[in-house]
């Protein structure tokens, strides 16, 4: 099924498609407040919408089943061909636009953190906790 003829009830169709409410499309799209149209327009582009939602299933049809088939593929190939890393990058390349490949990684603060005193250190203090070289020399 093409496009619908009318443009407003298109950008209606495609705005459903969006997860949009029917009463918010139908005022996005430029008809005025919703007064029970929106339900019928529903009704009119109901084609369309079922349309538009199988084609987008039909994108989306890249599944964790489908990767481990082709990483089997790869896999085979590779091994013949002795191209392993080429390989194992495409296939994470495609793990991840599918979204099955997440990456973490652990953040630690590693910053020193240091006390600020309205009294300054004893010259014993200081010594103490600074040594110099020839403090530890002997």
């Not at 600074?130 to 002997?138: D, E, V």
Request: without cysteine; aromatic residues 6%.
């Amino acid at each position: 099924m093409p496009a619908l003829k009318n443009p407003k009830h298109e950008q209606f169709a495609q705005e459903l498609i969006k997860g949009v409410n029917a009463g918010d499309a139908y005022v996005s799209v430029g008809y005025k407040h919703d007064d029970g149209n929106a339900s019928r327009l529903v009704q009119k582009v109901q084609a369309r919408v079922q349309e538009l939602t199988r084609k987008s299933a039909a994108r989306a049809e890249v599944t964790l089943a489908s990767l481990i088939q082709e990483a089997g593929e790869i896999q085979a190939a590779a091994i013949e061909d002795g191209a392993h890393s080429a390989a194992v990058q495409a296939l994470t390349a495609k793990a991840k636009l599918a979204g099955f490949w997440i990456e973490r990684a652990v953040n630690e603060n590693v910053n020193a953190n240091y006390a600020i005193s309205d009294q300054p250190p004893t010259s014993e203090e200081w010594a103490k906790a600074y040594p110099t070289p020839a403090a530890t020399a002997h």
